[in-house]
Nanobody
Framework: VQLQASGGGLVQAGGSLRLSCAASGFALDYYAIGWFRQAPGKEREGVSWISSRGTSTYYADSVKGQFTISRDNAKKKVYLQLNSLKPEDTAIYYC??????????????????WGQGTQVTVSS
């Protein structure tokens, strides 16, 4: 299982970014995928997940209505659209997969394989 997040950068408050997670080494369409973030000095937190076929999504309260998760299994990619960014959204963002085929996760605790993250920095 290999996951690589990209698309981060420096953006002003109110701006947008689209993060991508490229998956390889496994059959993406059998796996739910989650997005997490870790801000400096804070624990990693779950942000959003999407079921294996993209029919169900979940968002943490902190990003509901602000972020949108999607996936394109044919391209082996999962996306996270970040809108109306705030300085408190500054963090390293990671995508993650379960340890085995899982169509629909029960919680963020179901994700065990982590890719390299991408830095998102929001200036005020």
């Amino acid at each position: 299982v290999q996951l690589q997040a990209s698309g981060g950068g420096l953006v002003q408050a109110g701006g947008s970014l689209r993060l991508s997670c490229a998956a390889s080494g496994f059959a993406l369409d059998y796996y739910a995928i989650g997005w997490f973030r870790q801000a400096p000095g804070k624990e990693r937190e779950g942000v959003s997940w999407i079921s294996s076929r993209g029919t169900s999504t979940y968002y943490a309260d902190s990003v509901k209505g602000q972020f949108t998760i999607s996936r394109d299994n044919a391209k082996k990619k999962v996306y996270l659209q970040l809108n109306s960014l705030k300085p408190e959204d500054t963090a390293i963002y990671y995508c993650a997969a379960p340890a085995e085929r899982l169509w629909f996760p029960n919680s963020f605790g179901d994700f065990h394989y982590w890719g390299q993250g991408t830095q998102v920095t929001v200036s005020s």
